[in-house]
């Protein structure tokens, strides 16, 4: 093993990306390529300067150009490294370059489906569950996804200090606030001291027990993750991070070392990714992601359904698409690797968790389960008696004398010799049948 690389590093290093800085970047110096200031001003930003560096067919940009009007490009260098240039229809691309299909369906969909902005008692700012809120401390992203639910944020800008002091004293007046999500936008592109006068801010609120982040820096830009960074985020605990990898090819060893060192810092990292058309939408891709992310030792922990976005109708799936995945996950890999899969509500309903039916029926009054397992086979599950009512037979079907239910509602009745038969008359004798002998004393 390489003694530059840390273990999951070494697990994943076999997907290493097929086109890479060299191909894309030769004289970029190490020096450069690893500083993520260098990463954030060279974002690739423009059609002119894509097309330096990769194919764009004749008579797309004026299209391309078209779908900018509407959102904005930006992608580090890093990430652009991702991309296979030769594949139309790679997956690292989907997500990052405007293309054709994103022209055709430009103007279905919403701009805000979750009501955001209906929810937000101050600007940036959305309370929506009763114990925690979403403060959006930046709207600049080390690469700008198409499917991103916030694109009407997306602005250069950043976040005025007036703002961020708005949203903390919402907060500081707001007892029943217990857990803040600080997201954007990415937060991870605001600078160290940025990051830390804010978080400092947070912290010195009493009622604030735990502070989340959402990046996708680690995915997109991992060089930002630096031992300056990782100093800073340790003295905030307990803090959290959610990341974002959509696809197992974002699964470097560049962002296995972000994570390491986040994970070091003593930091869970959490992974939500977005289910999307062309990108991870079929099994072998989702299970391998899972794999990947298993052995960066981040959770897979959210797959979310594509947001009925303006602008990333071509990245939608059917919910259809999503439980099969799921179907597919569990029971075939570990728990611990199977995500919950969520529609968040458009309208502003909040995350409701979809997926396959493993709960066939179940009766409350005879206290009855019917479950499918993973491969289709169908099992029963009985629920205890209710407390109080436990009797205990000789004889319990299994053969062990657990408790039973009451004598009403049990198949099986205490003889006055001590011995146990079926109950007379119980509809689970078979009719015409004779009845088993009691058993003998010994
Ligand atoms: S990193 Fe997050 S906030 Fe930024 S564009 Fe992507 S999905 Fe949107």
Not at 137 to 145: D, L, P, Q, T
Not at 265 to 271: D, M, S, V
Request: glycine letters at 6%.
């Amino acid at each position: 093993m390489d003694m530059e690389q840390s273990p999951s590093e070494a697990l994943i290093a076999p997907l290493r990306s097929r086109r890479g800085r060299q191909h894309y970047f030769p004289t970029i110096t190490d020096q450069d390529w690893n500083d993520w200031k260098w990463q954030l001003r060279n974002r690739v930003t423009t059609l002119e300067e894509l097309a330096q560096l990769m194919p764009i067919p004749e008579g797309e940009l004026p299209i391309r150009r078209e779908i900018l009007r509407g959102f904005r490009m930006g992608i580090s260098p890093y990430y652009l490294s991702l991309i296979d240039a030769d594949d139309p229809d790679d997956p690292i691309m989907r997500q990052a370059v405007p293309l054709h299909d994103e022209f055709i369906y430009r103007n279905v969909g919403e701009e805000d489906p979750l009501h955001e902005e209906e929810l937000s008692p101050v600007p940036g700012i959305t309370h929506r569950y009763p114990d925690r809120v979403l403060m959006v401390i930046s709207n600049s992203c080390a690469m700008y996804c198409r499917h991103c639910t916030r694109k009407r944020l997306m602005a250069e800008d950043s976040i005025p200090d007036l703002e961020i002091d708005q949203m903390v004293d919402y907060i500081a007046r707001t007892p029943v606030i217990r857990d803040v999500i600080v997201s954007g936008g990415d937060p991870l592109t605001c600078t160290t001291e940025r990051l830390e006068h804010i978080l400092q801010k947070l912290r010195a609120i009493p009622h604030v027990e735990v502070i989340r982040i959402g990046s996708r820096v680690p995915v997109t830009m991992p060089m930002r993750v630096d031992d300056e960074l990782c100093r800073m985020l340790e003295k905030y605990h307990p803090l959290w991070i959610n990341v974002h990898f959509n696809h197992p090819r974002e699964c470097t060893p560049e962002a296995a070392r972000a994570c390491d060192r986040l994970l070091r810092a003593g930091i869970p990292l959490n992974n939500q990714s977005v289910l999307l058309r062309g990108v991870n939408d079929n099994v072998e891709t989702m299970r391998e992601l899972v794999h990947c992310l298993m052995k960066m030792r981040v959770r897979p922990y959210y797959l979310f359904q594509c947001d009925p976005i303006r602008g990333a109708e071509h990245l939608r799936t059917p919910v259809a698409r999503g439980i099969e995945i799921m179907d597919k996950l569990r029971g075939y890999t570990s728990g611990l690797a199977v995500p919950t899969y969520v529609i968040d509500a458009p309208g502003g309903g909040g995350k409701i968790p979809v997926g396959p039916k493993y709960l066939v029926s179940y009766d409350v009054k005879l206290g009855k389960a019917v479950l499918r397992n993973f491969q289709g086979k169908i099992y029963e599950y009985h629920d205890p008696p209710p407390a109080g009512q436990l009797v205990f037979s000789d004889a319990s079907p299994n053969g062990r004398g657990e408790p039973e239910a009451p004598k009403k509602k049990s198949k099986w009745v205490r003889r006055k010799n001590g011995t146990s038969a079926s109950a007379a008359g119980s509809k689970d004798e078979p009719r015409g049948k004779k009845r088993a002998e009691p058993a003998r004393p010994s």
